[in-house]
């Protein structure tokens, strides 16, 4: 059974910085691209960033760029989301998403998430 | 980035009507999306893949179509489980949701 559990999340002021994690199991984890997926309070789904299989290719969305770093550690089956200078738009869940296959964007799977706040 | 517009963001229906949801992208994405469906606590699944391809074990109660920068999304006979927010994902280029569209039951 696929299982993606997210830790890290806290309440944190306006430009500090926090470390997300993901500990996957139940599949072969170095073969997936992996995301990040955010949902604020009230707001739709939003794509935060991606990594391929062997951690080579990294993209982000805009409202992350220069600020947030994704890695992952296949010794450890573990993906990351590092997140720095965070402002209150960052109030959100934040998900880890397994893609089914590199490239087609299809999220088969799902964390239950770990929520982060800014606040001042 | 590209953007996508998805259209209305909440519509009340009754059971059995037809419902439709629009997704626009901002540029052309091919058929480079899919849409999910999103019930309270649950994970997000996938319905419709590459705009028109209904997943294994969806009902065919639901349909999409379009490429380029229209898309449609079809519940062709609302069912009380589909009371959802629906989502259109593109990937094309990076990844972008639409805004969402919760659907109700009137």
């Known amino acids: 059974e696929v299982q993606l559990v997210e830790s890290g999340g806290v309440v944190l002021q306006p430009g500090g910085s926090l470390r997300l994690s993901c500990a996957a199991s139940?599949?072969?984890?170095?073969?997936?691209?992996m995301h990040w997926v955010r949902q604020g309070p009230g707001k739709g789904l939003q794509w935060v960033s991606l990594?391929?299989?062997?951690?080579?290719?990294?993209q982000y969305g805009d409202s992350v760029k220069g600020r947030f770093t994704i890695s992952r550690d296949n010794s450890k089956n573990s993906l990351y989301l590092e997140m720095n200078s965070v402002r209150a738009e960052d109030t959100a869940l934040y998900y880890c998403?397994?893609?089914?296959?590199?490239?087609?964007?299809?999220?088969?799977?799902w964390g239950q998430g770990t929520l982060v706040t800014v606040s001042s | 980035d590209i953007q996508m517009t998805q259209s209305p963001s909440s519509l009340s229906a009754s059971v059995g009507d037809r419902v439709t949801i629009t997704c626009q992208a901002s540029q052309d994405i091919r058929n480079y999306l899919n849409w999910y469906q999103v019930k309270p606590g649950k994970a997000p699944k996938v319905l419709i893949y590459d705009a028109s391809n209904l997943e294994t074990g969806v009902p065919s109660r639901f349909s999409g179509s379009g490429s380029g920068t229209d898309f449609t999304f079809t519940i062709s006979g609302l069912q009380p489980e589909d009371i959802a927010t629906y989502y259109c994902q593109q990937y094309d280029i990076l990844i972008t949701f639409g805004g969402g569209t919760k659907v109700e039951i009137k």
């Open positions: 998403v397994k893609d089914k296959a590199g490239g087609t964007g299809y999220f088969d799977y």
């Open positions: 139940g599949f072969t984890f170095d073969d997936y691209t």
């Open positions: 990594i391929s299989w062997n951690g080579a290719s990294t």
